[in-house]
């Protein structure tokens, strides 16, 4: 079975930065695109970025655009969320997840194993 392990949440400032990482039992060999996605308790939990599984093509909520930036690295099994200049409404507990599949999409469905999360909070 596939493990998942989120770090680096925090409490921080909104304009701060803030770099979330993403371990999974799979390293190098694994096919599988990457996603993360984020919730709190009055929303659904939403699609963030997504990556392929050598880290091509990727895909970025409107809301991430511009200030996420989704990576990876097979060798190590990680993948990262770099996340600038932070809004109070990016406030959430954020979750790494691993598709079915080698190519990113951005359906929860699509994705097969999910970490316990890592919260996020940006405050004003």
């Known amino acids: 079975q596939v493990q998942v392990v989120e770090s680096g949440g925090g409490l921080v400032q909104a304009g701060d930065s803030l770099r979330l990482s993403c371990t999974t039992s799979?390293?190098?060999?694994?096919?599988?695109?990457m996603g993360w996605f984020r919730q709190t308790p009055w929303k659904e939990r939403e699609f963030v970025a997504t990556?392929?599984?050598?880290?091509?093509?990727?895909t970025y909520a409107d809301f991430a655009k511009g200030r996420f930036t989704i990576s990876r690295d097979t060798a190590k099994g990680t993948v990262y969320l770099q996340m600038n200049n932070l809004k109070p409404e990016d406030t959430a507990a954020y979750y790494c997840?691993?598709?079915?599949?080698?190519?990113?999409?951005?359906?929860?469905?699509?994705?097969?194993?999910w970490g316990q999360g890592t919260q996020v909070t940006v405050s004003s």
């Open positions: 990556i392929g599984w050598r880290g091509g093509s990727p």
């Open positions: 997840a691993v598709d079915r599949g080698s190519a990113p999409t951005t359906a929860k469905s699509s994705y097969a194993y």
């Open positions: 799979r390293l190098t060999g694994s096919y599988n695109a």
